[in-house]
């Protein structure tokens, strides 16, 4: 396509298919691309490597002594006729650039021996266009290529060159269209070689815009650029590639190539409004002679010939390979040893076969006419609109055409007016896109098409009906939100109305039965009767357990057919109770009592001068330091709310203990307890019950609800388990946890009581009897710890306690145990528990920390909770970032990550630096809630299609002012 300046190029948009001749003074542009045996591994001049390797040089072909004339007569290749010495020279007419296509960077080239003549970018076309200048100077393909056609036109030449050695098709260049049709993702070198192409492109038009001439200098007193062309035009795409195809993945790629070379070929010509539909594709063999691609490139070949006929085509090179189809010995060294055989998968490296590669595809263009305006075409029609009943159709055709006819059937005639079913005339069409409808077809039937204008044929295409009343169809199911006793799940019903079941449990039940699932632990169902095609179902699932994994599905059904949707799945949140005091006596200075979140109405504040603290802890996890009790004193607040909640009351009390070992018999010590401040008589109270002549020596644990008046007493069952050390023995650190309630049993239902100790259950009692008409409800008092609310100081405690906390509800089991066990603080329940803290503890893995790595998956806890990780036990590693380049050279990271609802306090950022901090700081900028720029990054945020908690997130962080000798480094940070 031929393109002037885009003051002009407005009014010519309508005109683009026609694709108007090339005059005199249009540049020549033709893209190449590939991996290692297109960025050129060919050397020019001779030095001690080439002599090292004993491969043949340019500078041993144009050398004229008896070996390179005997070479030379014995070689087979084409270009050896018109071999000159002017070859290694910079060409007037021709220029070239080299990009490097997995970043974008641009390449050095070496033209001569000398590294002073070394430049980067645009350059006169000539040797050192190749794979680096670390050997001295290369050159690949396109030496050859840009000299034939140089030569054969008075038009100037560009040759744009962006690859990549060791790459795939399948991977590192794979095309949009391959994704949409066979999955993965869309391969970075092709991302990175159109979007240089097109900056390419915008700065031709540019340069023609100010003066109608591409005349602008890369340095200033430099020739003119591309030689005061007045337009240009793209004539054609290289491509050499497919030896990784034949050794990555012992070869699993090659079945897919076919398909993957015709959908980087339609990729390619769509890809920019400026690039011809009927672009002319190159295609040169590899050095992968036995892996079975060729037999994928001339299939794909032909298929795009099909479409836009004589637009493709293919070179073999397999007499280039020793042994393929025989031997590459043409002749002698300088010294009368034959050259090596050695580097087959790069064509031995020699001279002439690179020469000959680029001068195969330059005899492609000059035969197929390639460098002229082509003749009418008929572009590949698509499948715009598919109904039961009815079909629309298009495709370009880049001429006005007299007769434009639709034929279609069940079975595809060929490119005949003869054998289809049925046929639509459109009579005379203009240049541009022809869009017709088919009606009257038959449901749930395939249908074959192509289109006839003028003499011309388009390619084959097809499309199938659906049923009229057709089988219902159910989407991805989704998580929208969960708590600890409930999940929001949704599913879209597509193509039919139909009645919805959502059902779910514990584990995934599969596709057998509605009643499977019901039936099973935690299961469940709801129903949604006439549902509307389009509807998104949404319910909330409620009544659940906490801390628990969930699968669900969605059952749709009709008339016609039923389908089930995939299975999701969830894990319930902690069920987490309010924290309404927590002393962890961490005071500075060891004269004061600290709660952390400095929210709680009192300190404790009576007796503190005389409060004695300890060193000693029951481990790092509970701080550094105890409070000791020697029997003389308590500490006590001077109010104190025992907000404990709404009938149904529940609490939870909890201490790390350790008492003193002397005789503490028949005094009924007492631990802490609550009264009102106007009697002696407590609400609650912990208390070691000494009566008992067998356990007088022994700390055993009751508790006891009392209102005004006497009475209520009442005992867990086997709270003497708590196992004391007998006198003589060692003092030991025990966990205490006790639970009451008036609400329900994990065993019978009614009111109960139950004891931890160090994490596990020792004691269960039903106490309906003691919790009949009474209510504690939110009473005024005074918190005593270290004796009794009285102050009686016969019954006070001796030894040590530590991280004394009281919860507004039923704490449970799991996290009972991960207290006693030093993986969870009290203090993670302040303000109900944060979400990390409650997913820290939603696995079995121990010892979860925001800056931890608690599964030794290499990424840090926090991280992994910021970006989603289902639980702590799992690997994370598929969830890091991936990085990418855009257009500008500006580093892209692209991730998900939690919405901040579902993460708060803690932040992830995004961070920067040209050296990796070494004496560029890195740069931090939290990722936001929605779209926009924070600082110098650019965000792009959007809701995760699959799970509605999330967001995706683009960060683009420009290389202007940030980047350092052209390296930009870029880490994601979490903070707690």
């Known amino acids: 396509m031929r393109f002037v300046p885009s003051s002009v190029f407005v009014s010519l948009l309508v005109l683009l298919a026609a694709r108007p001749a090339a005059g005199q003074g249009t540049l020549k542009v033709f893209l190449l691309g590939g991996q290692s045996n297109m960025e050129g591994q060919a050397y020019t001049y001779d030095n001690t490597s080439t002599a090292s390797f004993n491969i043949p040089t340019l500078e041993f072909l144009l050398s004229g002594t008896t070996a390179a004339t005997t070479y030379l007569g014995a070689m087979p290749h084409t270009f050896k006729a018109s071999i000159d010495p002017s070859w290694t020279s910079p060409r007037a007419d021709a220029w070239c650039v080299h990009y490097d296509s997995s970043n974008g960077s641009v390449k050095t080239v070496a033209p001569t021996t000398d590294p002073a003549d070394n430049f980067t970018g645009f350059g006169p076309l000539?040797?050192?266009?190749?794979?680096?200048?670390?050997?001295?100077s290369m050159f690949g393909a396109e030496l050859g290529m840009g000299i034939r056609v140089g030569d054969a036109t008075t038009d100037p030449v560009v040759l744009f060159k962006s690859d990549k050695g060791g790459t795939t098709l399948a991977e590192d260049w794979r095309p949009p269209s391959a994704v949409a049709a066979r999955g993965g993702v869309v391969g970075p070198n092709y991302t990175t070689t159109v979007n240089l192409f097109d900056a390419f492109l915008d700065d031709l038009d540019a340069d023609l815009l100010d003066d109608g001439v591409l005349n602008n200098s890369i340095n200033p007193g430099e020739d003119p650029r591309f030689g005061n062309a007045t337009a240009y035009e793209i004539c054609g795409f290289v491509w050499i590639q497919g030896f990784n195809e034949k050794v990555e993945n012992s070869g699993a790629f090659i079945p897919e190539y076919e398909d993957n070379l015709v959908d980087l070929i339609h990729d390619i010509r769509s890809s920019d409004g400026r690039i011809p539909a009927d672009l002319p594709f190159i295609i040169l063999e590899s050095s992968d002679q036995d892996a079975g691609l060729n037999t994928a490139r001339v299939n794909a070949v032909a298929t795009v010939n099909a479409e836009i006929p004589g637009s493709a085509v293919f070179h073999e090179t397999e007499n280039m390979i020793n042994g393929n189809p025989g031997s590459v010995d043409w002749g002698d060294n300088e010294s009368g040893n034959p050259f090596t055989t050695d580097y087959g998968f790069h064509f031995h490296a020699r001279a002439e076969n690179f020469l000959e590669m680029g001068w195969l595809a330059g005899g492609a263009v000059l035969d197929n006419n390639y460098l002229d305006a082509t003749d009418f075409w008929v572009e590949r029609p698509t499948v715009d609109f598919v109904a039961f009943d009815e079909a629309d159709v298009s495709c370009s055709i880049n001429e006005f055409a007299d007769t434009v006819t639709v034929y279609y059937g069940t079975t595809d005639a060929g490119p005949t007016s003869v054998g289809w079913d049925d046929s639509v005339s459109l009579g005379a069409q203009s240049a541009g896109v022809i869009v017709t409808t088919l009606f009257d077809l038959l449901e749930d039937t395939t249908y074959h098409f192509r289109i006839h204008a003028t003499d011309f044929w388009s390619a084959p295409n097809s499309f199938t009906t659906p049923l009229e009343f057709p089988v219902p169809a159910l989407g991805d199911p989704m998580t929208a939100g969960v708590t600890s006793d409930g999940a929001s799940v949704e599913c879209e019903l597509l193509l039919a109305d139909a009645d919805v079941t959502l059902v779910w449990a514990e584990t995934d039940q599969g596709v057998a039965s509605i009643g499977g699932w019901t039936s099973a632990p935690g299961g469940g169902s709801q129903s949604f009767p006439g549902s509307l095609k389009d509807d998104v179902i949404a319910h909330t699932i409620t009544g659940l357990s906490p801390n628990t994994g969930y699968s669900f599905r969605f059952f749709a059904t009709n008339s016609t057919g039923d389908d089930w949707s995939e299975a999701g799945s969830f894990t319930t949140m902690r069920d987490v109770p309010e924290l309404t005091a927590y002393y962890d006596f961490e005071g500075a200075g060891g004269d004061r009592f600290d709660d952390p979140a400095g929210d709680f109405a009192d300190d404790l504040s009576g007796g503190q001068a005389s409060a004695v603290f300890s060193s000693d802890t029951p481990g790092a996890f509970a701080g550094t330091q105890s409070i000791s009790f020697d029997g003389s004193y308590t500490l006590s607040t001077a109010s104190y709310t025992t907000d404990l909640g709404p009938d149904p009351m529940a609490y939870t009390i909890m201490f790390w203990i350790k008492a003193a070992d002397i005789d503490q018999e028949n005094n009924n010590t007492r631990l802490m307890s609550t009264n009102t401040g106007s009697s002696g008589n407590p609400y609650w109270q912990v208390e070691g019950f000494g009566n008992s002549g067998t356990n007088?020596?022994?700390?055993?644990?009751?508790?006891?609800?009392?209102?005004?008046?006497?009475?209520?007493?009442?005992?867990?069952?086997?709270?003497?388990?708590?196992?004391?050390?007998?006198?003589?023995?060692?003092?030991?650190?025990?966990?205490?946890?006790?639970?009451?309630?008036?609400?329900?049993?994990?065993?019978?239902?009614?009111?109960?009581?139950?004891?931890?100790?160090?994490?596990?259950?020792?004691?269960?009692?039903?106490?309906?009897?003691?919790?009949?008409?009474?209510?504690?409800?939110?009473?005024?008092?005074?918190?005593?710890?270290?004796?009794?609310?009285?102050?009686?100081?016969?019954?006070?405690f001796t030894g040590q306690l530590d991280d004394v906390a009281l919860f507004a509800g039923i704490v449970s089991d799991s996290d009972i145990a991960a207290i006693a066990g030093g993986t969870l603080s009290p203090g993670d329940f302040i303000g109900g528990g944060s979400p990390f803290d409650m997913w820290a503890t939603s696995g079995v893995t121990s010892g979860v920390t925001f800056e931890g790595d608690a599964n030794g998956d290499g990424i840090e806890d926090g991280v992994a909770f910021l970006l989603g990780a289902a639980t702590p036990a799992d690997d994370a590693t598929a969830l890091l970032p991936v990085p990418s380049e855009d257009g500008s050279g500006g580093l892209q990271i692209s991730f998900t990550m939690l919405k901040a609802v579902n993460s708060a306090p803690a932040v992830l950022s995004v961070e920067h630096s040209g050296d990796l901090g070494v004496g560029d700081p890195w740069a931090s900028v939290a990722v936001p809630a929605a779209s926009g720029v924070v600082g110098d990054i650019a965000f792009t945020v959007t809701e995760n299609a699959g799970d509605s908690t999330k967001n995706d997130v683009v960060a683009t962080i420009p290389s202007a002012g940030n980047a350092i000798g052209g390296r930009l480094f870029g880490r994601l940070m979490g903070q707690d």
Request: proline content about 4%.
């Open 126 to 136: 000539g040797p050192g266009f190749g794979v680096n200048v670390n050997l001295g």
């Open 696 to 796: 007088g020596d022994k700390l055993d644990l009751r508790i006891q609800n009392k209102p005004a008046g006497f009475g209520n007493w009442f005992t867990p069952d086997a709270t003497n388990a708590l196992a004391r050390q007998d006198q003589g023995e060692s003092a030991v650190w025990r966990h205490v946890a006790i639970v009451n309630s008036n609400a329900g049993s994990p065993g019978d239902g009614g009111a109960y009581a139950q004891t931890f100790v160090d994490g596990s259950s020792v004691g269960l009692a039903n106490m309906d009897s003691q919790w009949d008409g009474f209510t504690i409800g939110n009473t005024a008092g005074r918190l005593t710890i270290g004796g009794p609310a009285t102050g009686n100081g016969t019954r006070d």
